[in-house]
């Protein structure tokens, strides 16, 4: 097999070898291909995680390894936001624009991953997602993307390059539910079931105030249509999460690239360098009253998971902004970009909650699924049957 020639006007891929890596060839993904955030460590294939600065060797992937023995072929590796700390897909080779609408972002920090999916250059492709970073570029690029709950054993996250151990995972990136299901059941063994929706009680979770128009109404008809199905949608209350996120995740990636900060030029970009200076900075009484308050989070949203079989919020504030915007337009006025992204995803990576961001009813606008820990198979069980719906 050799690598299709296509151009790469998005520079959404990192490395491109001559030849894949070629899977069994009859694995249950044989005849697929997917490509690998360059945060996964590949034998023989370089890793830069985007960025001009030294990052640690995180070793071999286990997860690529298993997906080459199930039959899928490894085509290459795609740039993401620098280290992964953003959710635009800025980085130090120039960053990475949106598949179809140029001079606009394609979200991060899997922004190769999702690029490369949405042109169809590969079947499904690897990212991780600490804060939103397989939903965010998934929902902007009009695909589906999996965040698997935390530490699922199907989605290894050795030999991936950290930002965040507590919020880091690992899931797919796919143009459909199927083959979403498909790289699941391959890995699991297991079998997933399509769920039509009928009876089940959905929370709806769509703050006053933090999306514009057209993503409060495509959301809003995604409602409409699990109702059609014979679901029971109420609107429920959920507090922003980042004065737990961000000292965490912050302090936790200062940690991962201490060997880098304590060079005279580290060769990150000025944001990246200024994130992880914070995360330096932060004193353990801090950290540990995050923690705290995480599992303050962690309780409200098991307790809420009680009530209700999935949760249905907005997986982004807006549509696809321009490269270089600060600040975004939604209904509590100017806020920024990265504020308004984080708040809306980053609480299901933080808590680990199972998450599928499926493209809704407006192009480049995506809906997220949330389901209950370790209920993967019965989310996208739903996800598969609502495919095409919204």
Same mark, same amino acid.
């Given at each position: 097999?050799?690598?299709?020639?296509? $151009?790469?006007?998005?520079?959404? #891929?990192?490395?491109?070898?001559?030849?894949?890596?070629?899977?069994?060839?009859?694995?249950?993904?044989?005849?697929?291909?997917? !490509?690998?955030?360059?945060?996964?460590?590949?034998?023989? #294939?370089?890793?830069?995680?985007?960025?001009?600065?030294?990052?640690?060797?995180?070793?071999?992937?286990?997860?690529?390894?298993?997906?080459?023995?199930?039959?899928?072929?490894?085509?290459?590796?795609?740039?993401?936001?620098?280290?992964?700390?953003?959710?635009?897909?800025?980085?130090?080779? $120039?960053?990475?624009?949106?598949?179809?609408?140029?001079?606009?972002?394609?979200?991060?920090? $899997?922004?190769?991953?999702?690029?490369?999916?949405?042109?169809?250059?590969?079947?499904?492709?690897?990212?991780?997602?600490?804060?939103? $970073?397989?939903?965010?570029?998934?929902?902007?690029?009009?695909?589906?993307?999996?965040?698997?709950?935390?530490?699922?054993?199907? #989605?290894?996250?050795?030999?991936?390059?950290?930002?965040?151990?507590?919020?880091?995972?690992?899931?797919?990136?796919?143009?459909?539910?199927?083959?979403?299901?498909?790289?699941?059941?391959?890995?699991?063994?297991?079998?997933?079931?399509?769920?039509?929706?009928?009876?089940?009680?959905?929370?709806?979770?769509?703050?006053?105030?933090?999306?514009?128009?057209?993503?409060?109404?495509?959301?809003?008809?995604?409602?409409?249509?699990?109702?059609?199905?014979?679901?029971?949608?109420?609107?429920?209350?959920?507090?922003?999460?980042?004065?737990?996120? !961000?000292?965490?995740?912050?302090?936790?990636?200062?940690?991962?690239?201490?060997?880098?900060?304590?060079?005279?030029?580290?060769?990150?970009?000025?944001?990246?360098?200024?994130?992880?200076?914070?995360?330096?900075?932060?004193?353990?009484?801090?950290?540990?009253?995050?923690?705290?308050?995480?599992?303050?989070?962690?309780?409200?949203?098991?307790?809420?998971?009680?009530?209700?079989?999935?949760?249905?919020?907005?997986?982004?504030?807006?549509?696809?902004?321009?490269?270089?915007?600060?600040?975004?337009?939604?209904?509590?006025?100017?806020?920024?970009?990265?504020?308004?992204?984080?708040?809306?995803?980053?609480?299901?990576?933080?808590?680990?909650?199972?998450?599928?961001?499926?493209?809704?009813?407006?192009?480049?606008?995506?809906?997220?699924?949330?389901?209950?820990?370790?209920?993967?198979?019965?989310?996208?069980?739903?996800?598969?049957?609502?495919?095409?719906?919204?």
């Amino acid at each position: 097999m050799t690598v299709p020639e296509f $151009s790469d006007l998005q520079r959404a #891929w990192a490395y491109r070898p001559a030849s894949p890596l070629t899977g069994a060839a009859t694995g249950p993904l044989s005849g697929l291909t997917f !490509s690998v955030k360059d945060l996964f460590g590949m034998p023989g #294939w370089p890793l830069a995680a985007s960025t001009r600065a030294r990052v640690p060797d995180p070793g071999e992937s286990v997860l690529v390894r298993r997906l080459l023995k199930l039959g899928a072929s490894a085509m290459g590796k795609t740039h993401l936001h620098e280290v992964a700390l953003g959710i635009t897909g800025n980085n130090g080779f $120039s960053g990475t624009e949106h598949p179809t609408l140029p001079g606009r972002v394609p979200g991060g920090s $899997s922004s190769g991953a999702a690029v490369t999916v949405a042109l169809g250059q590969v079947d499904f492709a690897l990212g991780t997602d600490t804060g939103g $970073s397989i939903r965010v570029p998934a929902a902007w690029c009009g695909v589906v993307g999996y965040k698997p709950t935390k530490d699922h054993p199907a #989605w290894s996250t050795e030999g991936v390059l950290p930002l965040s151990p507590t919020c880091d995972h690992a899931g797919p990136l796919a143009r459909d539910v199927a083959t979403v299901v498909r790289v699941q059941e391959a890995l699991t063994g297991g079998k997933v079931d399509a769920e039509n929706g009928a009876g089940i009680k959905v929370g709806l979770w769509l703050p006053e105030g933090w999306v514009d128009a057209e993503v409060r109404e495509a959301t809003r008809t995604f409602a409409r249509g699990l109702e059609s199905r014979g679901a029971t949608v109420e609107a429920v209350p959920f507090p922003e999460v980042l004065d737990a996120y !961000s000292p965490i995740v912050l302090s936790e990636a200062a940690r991962v690239h201490a060997e880098a900060l304590a060079d005279e030029d580290p060769g990150f970009l000025p944001f990246t360098l200024a994130s992880l200076r914070q995360g330096q900075a932060l004193g353990q009484a801090e950290v540990d009253a995050a923690f705290a308050r995480r599992a303050a989070y962690r309780a409200q949203l098991d307790e809420l998971l009680t009530r209700f079989d999935v949760l249905l919020a907005p997986a982004v504030p807006t549509p696809p902004p321009l490269i270089g915007q600060d600040e975004v337009e939604i209904g509590e006025g100017n806020v920024p970009l990265r504020r308004a992204v984080l708040r809306l995803t980053a609480p299901f990576s933080l808590l680990g909650a199972p998450t599928v961001a499926l493209p809704s009813t407006t192009p480049f606008v995506g809906v997220q699924l949330v389901g209950r820990h370790g209920e993967d198979d019965r989310l996208l069980g739903l996800a598969l049957a609502l495919e095409g719906e919204a």
